[in-house]
């Protein structure tokens, strides 16, 4: 006989493991009391399926206060593509590193990059953001938690 306990790992591991890339798909709100530094022009990222891949789309605010919205498509094919988005004239290349984790690296002119890791949590409905800018010797680490919206 099985103790309930050990029966509710084992339906906890089952359930992990059939999470997939497409958990993340969807519009996800920052949450800055978990985040490490505030997203305050930031009002939610999106994850669209793309008959090539993904699209990537950042919904903020400028700084008069206007909703902009910023998309790219992620190929995942790891290939560099032009890209001109918010502050970053460029490129973009991003891949599956797993199942649960995709990463998206920008080149942009002046030398800024960029690199962004999107990780399912083992929390339902959270996705994890890690951003990594280096610019002129600076680095400057980043966590963003995400709620599904």
Not at 51 to 78: P, W
């Amino acid at each position: 006989m099985i103790m309930p306990n050990v029966r509710i790992a084992l339906l906890a591991l089952y359930w992990v493991s059939l999470s997939s890339a497409s958990d993340a798909l969807g519009v996800w709100r920052v949450n800055p009391a978990r985040s490490t530094m505030r997203y305050s022009n930031i009002a939610a990222i999106g994850f669209q399926p793309h008959a090539k891949g993904e699209v990537f789309t950042l919904y903020r605010f400028d700084d008069n206060g206007r909703a902009t919205t910023s998309s790219t498509i992620l190929y995942f094919d790891g290939r560099d593509r032009d890209l001109e988005d918010f502050g970053c004239r460029g490129t973009q290349s991003s891949w599956r590193v797993d199942e649960g984790t995709v990463e998206i690296a920008r080149n942009c002119a002046g030398g800024q990059r960029i690199r962004l890791i999107r990780r399912l949590s083992p929390r339902y409905n959270e996705l994890i953001l890690e951003i990594t800018e280096e610019a002129k010797g600076d680095r400057i680490d980043r966590r963003m938690v995400l709620e599904r919206e």
